[in-house]
């Protein structure tokens, strides 16, 4: 099991930067970002595995948010270019193995404004 708590949410306008950070108590095999806005499902943002050689993104935010991972189990997400339609609250999400189950953050907020 392992624990996982993002921070760096918050307000800006559009345009603007954010960057989030998801801190894990251990090691992970994969992390990705989720978002949920309000009155829709959760969706997938970006992933990263564990050694950051291979990740993917939404269409939607390609060309605009950056997932990386450090040494001491933080992965980030750099949100750059950010539109009014990017609001929502984006969860972190990991995997200790390949196979194995989701372990989920409780969340940062993300509001841009227009």
């Known amino acids: 099991q392992v624990q996982l708590v993002e921070s760096g949410g918050g307000l800006v306008q559009a345009g603007g930067s954010l960057r989030l950070s998801c801190a894990a108590s251990?090691?992970?095999?994969?992390t990705r970002w989720f978002r949920q806005a309000p009155g829709k499902e959760r969706e997938f943002v970006a992933g990263i595995i564990w050694s950051g050689s291979y990740t993917s993104y939404a269409d939607s935010v390609k060309g605009r948010f950056t997932i990386s991972r450090d040494n001491a189990n933080k992965v980030y997400l750099q949100m750059n270019s950010l539109k009014p339609e990017d609001t929502a609250v984006y969860y972190c999400a990991a995997r200790t193995s390949a196979n194995g189950p989701n372990y989920w953050g409780q969340g940062t907020q993300v509001t841009v404004s227009t």
């Open positions: 251990g090691r992970t095999f994969s």
